[in-house]
């Protein structure tokens, strides 16, 4: 069965520092799809990015990265140099063979000034 | 493009009424997901919609149903609420080619069952 674990239930950092949210997941799929959503207070999923089994090559965006690795089956996530507006809940999730997603419990995240 | 819109932004019941979401797509998006978060259960997922056909469904009773129109749009109902059912309902929509495509989420519904 498919699973996503976000060990990390809540993470306080101070602005500009650097932060990395953990991502592993389970699946028995050759192929498959994992996911990052980034959840504000105002409650809106806002899509981060969609990464397939086939493409390992890290990626990054402005002050976000992300890093896949197939052998440990993690898909983390880091910040760098933090801002108060990145403050919100981290979502990982996982594709299942339906296409629907499986989520991890989210890490929430606090961006201290 | 406008993005997924959900109403009503909140809503306010009492245990044993019904209730009735709505949620518009991205233009062009065929498919259309419904989830309900929670604090204690998290993200889970209730059932999505394709050409107004229910294509997948998670582990919800029957009391959850929804629909699909022509026109994509998508509503959900919630008959004989319980106080469990106070959550926030999210909608997402995708355009479905046949992959994982990225599903589009909505300021969802907020639900409070008094």
């Known amino acids: 069965a498919q699973k996503v674990t976000q060990a990390q239930t809540e993470i306080s950092v101070v602005e500009k520092e650097d932060v990395t949210l953990d991502c592993v997941y389970e699946?028995?799929?050759?192929?498959?799809?994992l996911f990052w959503y980034k959840q504000p207070p105002s409650g809106e999923l806002v899509f981060l990015i969609r990464?397939?089994?086939?493409d390992e090559q890290n990626e990054i965006s402005g002050r976000y990265s992300w890093n896949f690795q197939k052998s440990t089956s993690s898909f983390n996530f880091t910040i760098t140099a933090s801002q108060v507006v990145d403050s919100a809940v981290y979502f990982c999730?996982?594709?299942?063979?339906?296409?629907?997603?499986?989520w991890g419990a989210g890490t929430k995240l606090i961006i201290k000034p | 493009k406008a993005g997924v819109t959900q109403t009503p932004r909140y809503l306010i019941k009492t245990r044993g009424q019904q209730v009735t979401l709505s949620c518009s797509p991205i233009?062009?998006?065929?498919?259309v997901s419904w989830y309900q978060q929670t604090p204690g259960q998290g993200l889970q997922f209730l059932f999505e919609?394709?050409?107004?056909?229910?294509?997948n469904k998670g582990n919800f009773p029957g009391r959850f149903s929804g629909r699909q129109f022509s026109n994509s749009r998508s509503e959900m109902n919630v008959s004989t609420l319980e106080l469990g059912d106070s959550a926030l309902y999210l909608c997402?929509?995708?355009?479905?080619?046949?992959?994982?495509?990225?599903?589009?989420f909505g300021p969802g519904t907020r639900l409070l069952v008094l």
């Open positions: 997402a929509s995708s355009s479905s080619t046949g992959t994982p495509e990225t599903q589009y």
């Open positions: 233009s062009g998006h065929r498919s």
């Open positions: 919609y394709f050409s107004e056909t229910q294509r």
């Open positions: 699946t028995r799929d050759t192929t498959y799809y």
């Open positions: 990464r397939n089994s086939f």
């Open positions: 999730a996982l594709s299942d063979p339906n296409y629907q997603l499986i």
